[in-house]
């Protein structure tokens, strides 16, 4: 990726002396540059390899076999 990032944790100490990471919220206005970020295309092109109109089924999904079941299926 072209832009890189430098990750600082924003840590607190309670009465106790214990220190816990704290995870600030913010809004997405808030965040500069991030109106400068291209995305990559448009979209999904590909599922598995599949194109245009996909059905996904369980062995796609790598659930066949397994007692999992699909219970909606999606538009992506």
């Known amino acids: ?3 890189e990032v430098e990750i600082k944790k924003v840590m607190e100490t309670d009465e106790a002396g214990v220190q816990r990471q ?3 919220e913010t809004h997405v206005s808030a965040i ?3 109106d400068k970020i291209e995305t990559v295309g448009a979209g999904v092109t590909s599922i ?8 996904l089924t369980a062995k796609d999904l790598g659930v066949k076999g397994t007692n999992i079941t699909i219970d909606k299926v999606g538009t992506v």
Not at 48 to 55: L, Y
């Open 32 to 34: 500069l540059g991030l």
């Open 48 to 55: 598995n390899g599949k194109t245009g109109d996909i059905t």
């Open 22 to 24: 704290v995870f600030p």
């Open 1 to 3: 990726m072209a832009h």
